[in-house]
């Protein structure tokens, strides 16, 4: 079965200062999606970064990249230069044959 | 460019009322859909997705059903809700790329049955 373990309930970050969301997951697939999204305390989901897992080179959005490892099956989101802003819940997934699964999420507080 | 919209976005009812959440989506066709459940702090569960008007697949039993009676119109509903079914719901759609299939989500709707 497929599983997604994010083990940081919580994390801080000094703003201005890049910040590392522990992600991974347990497939015997070899064709897999990596996805990362932000929840707000609106409650969207917003979608930030996708990693295939044919992708050699790790994929990176504006300030959030994804450090992709995929013989240790992690996926870990880096955050740079953090901003007041991206306070929020933040939730791994992986897609596997069209089914979608979510991690229990990280919440990060950035301070000022 | 795509858009999805959700109604209601706070919802209060009584255990035993009955329920319907609607969702639709805008500037694509053919999308595939999605109903997710978030209990409060925890992730998201998929409850249901269709791949095209009347194919619904569940993923968990539960009291809760769905339609989609139009191609960008997907319908949560119950015929009699429980205390558990309380929770924020989610719609989500993503378009036919097998590639990335990214999935792209609603406001949400906060359900309270009390």
């Known amino acids: 079965a497929q599983k997604i373990t994010q083990t940081q309930p919580g994390m801080f970050v000094q703003e201005k200062e890049a910040v590392t969301l522990d992600c991974t997951y347990d497939?015997?697939?070899?064709?897999?999606?990596l996805f990362w999204y932000k929840q707000p305390s609106s409650g969207e989901m917003i979608f930030l970064i996708y990693q295939g897992s044919y992708d050699e080179q790790n994929a990176t959005e504006g300030r959030y990249s994804l450090n992709f490892q995929k013989a240790r099956k992690s996926a870990n989101l880096v955050v740079s230069a953090s901003q007041l802003g991206d306070s929020a819940m933040y939730f791994c997934a992986m897609r596997r044959r069209g089914d979608m699964r979510f991690g229990a999420g990280t919440r990060l507080t950035v301070k000022p | 460019s795509q858009t999805i919209h959700q109604w209601p976005a706070t919802l209060v009812q009584p255990v035993g009322s009955p329920l319907s959440l609607e969702c639709t989506v805008e500037g694509t066709s053919n999308p595939n859909l999605y109903w997710y459940r978030q209990a409060a702090g925890r992730g998201l569960q998929l409850l249901f997705y269709s791949v095209g008007i009347g194919q619904i697949s569940s993923e968990v039993p539960q009291n809760l059903s769905a339609s989609r009676p139009q191609d960008r119109q997907f319908i949560l509903s119950s015929k009699k809700l429980l205390l558990s079914d309380s929770g924020f719901y989610l719609c989500a759609w993503s378009a036919r790329d097998r590639v990335k299939n990214i999935q792209y989500f609603g406001a949400g709707t906060r359900l309270s049955v009390l």
């Open positions: 497939t015997s697939d070899q064709s897999y999606g």
